[in-house]
Structure formats: structure tokens, C-alpha cells
């Protein structure tokens, strides 16, 4: 498992990540804290201003995209183990939504032990009634492929798809199941945000993920 994922949640290291000292630096550090988001607000914007991407905006939105497919991997691992703490598994679910473009996509019956309802979206799999009836549950994902990169699809919006495969291990306190590994894909959506820079709230790009589907087989 990833460390920066369990860092992140960690609320202590996050206080202590967040505190700042009082040495006679500090003033120099705010001036350049002030710079780099004055810096980072006037690209966002240049780019903000734009209802389509350019192709090295959109290759980069591509590799976010996989990097959150592995990250809901990670988190979705974290909210299954019921070794941990329930603080920490709500925050694993509160970035697991943040990953995807809605709490209603669809997400085809892939982990064994969940109580699956009929076309079962993202809260369904979050719901704490629908929990895997085991330990805990690694979700494995490789393999990722980009099958139709983003392309523009309408007003602020840009659409795409992704291909991996994952494999589910489930531990009980006595064994474990092992699944054999499954072709997926999920969409990949690129759109415009609102997200907050200091007093000032900007529109601003940002990449989701979709709908997952288990992938046709040739």
C-alpha cells in the first residue's frame, strides 16, 4: 500500500504537516508561499479561459486519470479492512467519491462477499450494510490502458477510456480467495471545476473517472 495514501489520512501528520514555526524564516516563507500560488493561479487561469485542451493538456489529464484508477484501488483496500479504525475508513471513502465524476456511476459486480444490487453505482459500494463479509479485501489494478484517449465532447468537457485489469484477494481469519484476474474499463471525463485559490474561486480543469463496465473479450 502506498505510504503517502496513509499519511494523508493520518490526521496527526497532518496537523504536523500544516504547523509552522515562528523562527525568524517565517516571513520569507510566506512571501514565497504568496509567489508560487500568485504563479500557479495566473497559469490556471491562462488555461481556464479555454473550452478545449491542448494535446499535452490532454496526454497529462491521461496519466492522472490512471494514477486515480490505481489511487481507488488503494482507498477502496482501506475501506474493506476491518483492521482499520472507522475515522480513517470514512475518509478513505470521502476520497474514494472525490475520484469520480458522480456518486451515481455504475460499477459492475467485481468484489465477491458484497451484497450487489441491480446496476450498482458508487454508493451502493460505499454503503456500510454492503460491506465484503470477510477481513479484509486487496484490490489489485494493472495493466491500465489508455483504449480512446480524451477527446472534446461537448461544452468544458472532454471524454475518454481507460482498459486494466484487476484481481480481488479476500482474507478471512482463516484463509483467503484469491480471483482470477478480469478485464475492465472505466471512462475518463475531463471538465471544468470550480476550485478555490486563497479568496479567489476559479473555474478550472479537472479529470474524473466514469462508469465502469467489465471489458469485451476478443
Do not use: H
Not at 509552522?20 to 495566473?42: A, F, I, P, W
Not at 479504525?85 to 470521502?94: I, V
Not at 480481488?168 to 475518463?188: A, G, H, P
Amino acid at each position: 500500500m502506498r505510504k503517502w495514501i496513509l499519511i494523508f489520512l493520518a490526521p496527526a501528520v497532518y496537523l504536523l504537516l500544516c504547523s509552522k514555526s515562528c523562527d525568524s524564516g517565517q516571513m520569507d516563507d510566506d512571501v514565497l508561499e504568496k509567489k508560487n500560488l500568485n504563479k500557479t493561479r495566473d497559469f490556471i487561469k491562462t488555461e481556464a479561459e479555454s473550452e478545449t485542451l491542448s494535446d499535452q493538456s490532454l496526454r497529462a489529464y491521461e496519466a492522472n486519470a490512471k494514477q486515480k484508477l490505481n489511487d481507488f484501488a488503494d482507498f477502496l483496500s482501506i475501506y474493506y479492512d476491518q483492521n482499520i479504525d472507522s475515522a480513517m475508513k470514512k475518509q478513505a471513502g470521502n476520497m474514494i467519491v472525490k475520484l469520480f465524476s458522480s456518486e451515481e456511476i455504475t460499477i459492475p459486480p467485481f468484489i465477491p462477499g458484497v451484497k450487489w444490487t441491480v446496476n450498482p453505482t458508487l454508493t451502493d459500494l460505499l454503503k456500510n450494510e454492503n460491506l465484503p463479509e470477510y477481513k479484509s479485501t486487496k484490490i489489485l489494478i494493472d495493466s491500465i490502458t489508455v483504449r480512446e484517449p480524451l477527446r472534446y465532447s461537448g461544452e468544458s468537457l472532454s471524454k475518454g477510456t481507460l482498459t486494466f485489469s484487476t484481481r480481488v484477494i479476500s482474507y478471512s481469519s482463516s484463509d483467503s480467495l484469491v480471483l482470477e484476474r478480469i478485464k475492465m474499463e472505466v471512462e475518463m471525463l475531463a471538465k471544468k471545476v470550480d476550485k478555490t485559490f486563497g479568496s479567489e474561486t476559479l473555474r478550472v480543469w479537472g479529470v474524473f473517472l466514469g462508469n465502469m463496465k467489465l471489458a469485451k473479450t476478443d
